[in-house]
């Protein structure tokens, strides 16, 4: 697969320097983010290739590469949630997407719940996108740092966590409580439905909670990466002010 950009190139590198096949730089760059690139790759044995801009818009057509592109092997590793569970301490963040199907609103997604510290990000194997390029390249990073955990059964799985004390908060635009009046518990699951669609009944009917998040102009609902950044952040909030 091709990634491309500083900070997706330079993410990789350091989560996952063993992938990266080959690396090319645009020799026509002497700034301070390439050369910090380059001082990394060195520092990691993988030789870069210095080309010119011509050859890297051929190895990546009609995408902004800033002039570093490299080919990189992905096998996203296999996380049992079980395990990450039990080996996780203190309060637990999980994001649950149901029917999220764009691979850009997938890779979105992974971004904001690893700047959010979210401990991983579940879907069903049906009903959802795989880790595929397009949501890898979005993530810019974050799909190696953050566990993508594709399930069976996203309703027993749901249970499952229920029974470890994680309480379930779906996203609903008929929700009477919103999102800024629920008392929220230390350890959350938030699950999120598809743009337009929403949550599905079973999905739904499994959540303890229905909230929404208030909208004050016209539009009556958020885009599923912005309402996960949305939730995600309120509960860093609510955690830094109980500090």
């Not at 090319?24 to 983010?33: E, F, N, P, S, V």
């Not at 790759?41 to 190895?59: C, E, Y």
């Not at 979210?118 to 799909?143: F, M, N, R, W, Y």
């Not at 309480?167 to 929700?175: C, F, H, P, S």
Request: contains cysteine; glycine residues 6%; neutral net charge.
């Amino acid at each position: 697969m091709i990634i491309y950009g500083f900070h997706t190139v330079q993410s990789r590198l350091k989560l996952a320097p063993e992938s990266i096949e080959a690396l090319y730089i645009d020799a026509g760059r002497d700034d301070a983010r390439a050369r910090d690139l380059l001082k990394l790759a060195q520092s990691l044995n993988i030789k870069p290739s210095l080309v010119d801009t011509s050859r890297l818009d051929k190895l990546c057509p009609h995408r902004r590469h800033q002039g570093v592109v490299a080919f990189a092997g992905f096998a996203a590793p296999h996380v049992d949630l079980d395990d990450l569970l039990d080996k996780h301490e203190g309060p637990v963040t999980l994001l649950l997407l149901d029917g999220v199907t764009d691979p850009r609103n997938l890779g979105a997604c992974l971004r904001v719940a690893d700047g959010a510290g979210a401990l991983a990000v579940i879907a069903p194997k049906d009903h959802a996108c795989a880790l595929t390029e397009v949501a890898i390249q979005t993530a810019s990073g974050a799909a190696e740092s953050v566990p993508y955990i594709m399930v069976t059964n996203l309703a027993r799985t749901m249970d499952e966590l229920k029974d470890r004390n994680i309480w379930l908060v779906g996203t609903a635009d008929e929700a009477t409580e919103t999102l800024y009046t629920l008392d929220l518990p230390s350890s959350i699951a938030w699950v999120l439905g598809a743009e337009g669609k929403g949550l599905r009944r079973l999905t739904r009917d499994r959540c303890d909670q229905l909230v929404r998040i208030p909208m004050a102009g016209q539009v009556s609902s958020l885009n599923v990466s912005v309402a996960a950044g949305v939730v995600l952040y309120e509960s860093v909030r609510r955690r830094s002010m109980a500090k």
